[in-house]
Nanobody, 120 residues
Framework: HVQLAESGGGLVQAGGSLRLSCTAS????????MGWYRQGPGKQRGLVAT???????FYGDSVKGRFTISRDNAKNTISLQMNSLKAEDTGVYYC??????????????WGQGTQVTVSS
């Protein structure tokens, strides 16, 4: 079983920056794609950014050019550097990880979420 622990959320003014981190722990065999999703007030959870084990990244259109996702495979950690934050970036940010055990279907894990609030 894999646990994901997020950190780094908080309150920031529009135009400011925050850095989120997520560390996976537990019995880890092969961690595939990891990423960040967010759920704004009254909205569905949506993709922010993902990164594969080889470093390929994908960003949601609304964060391209402002957010950067990175990964440390040795530490099973991903980070999300968020710059030029806007009020619409407000929400709960969830870490996601796809974990693979040999001969088993891919498992999808979620963190508890960390609140990011951007004041305008």
């Amino acid at each position: 079983h894999v646990q994901l622990a997020e950190s780094g959320g908080g309150l920031v003014q529009a135009g400011g920056s925050l850095r989120l981190s997520c560390t996976a722990s537990g019995v880890i065999y092969t961690m595939k794609t990891m990423g960040w999703y967010r759920q704004g007030p009254g909205k569905q959870r949506g993709l922010v950014a993902t990164i594969t084990s080889t470093g390929s990244t994908f960003y949601g259109d609304s964060v391209k050019g402002r957010f950067t996702i990175s990964r440390d495979n040795a530490k099973n950690t991903i980070s999300l550097q968020m710059n030029s934050l806007k009020a619409e970036d407000t929400g709960v940010y969830y870490c996601n990880a796809q974990h693979l055990l040999p001969g088993m279907p891919m498992d999808d894990y979620w963190g508890q979420g960390t609140q990011v609030t951007v004041s305008s």
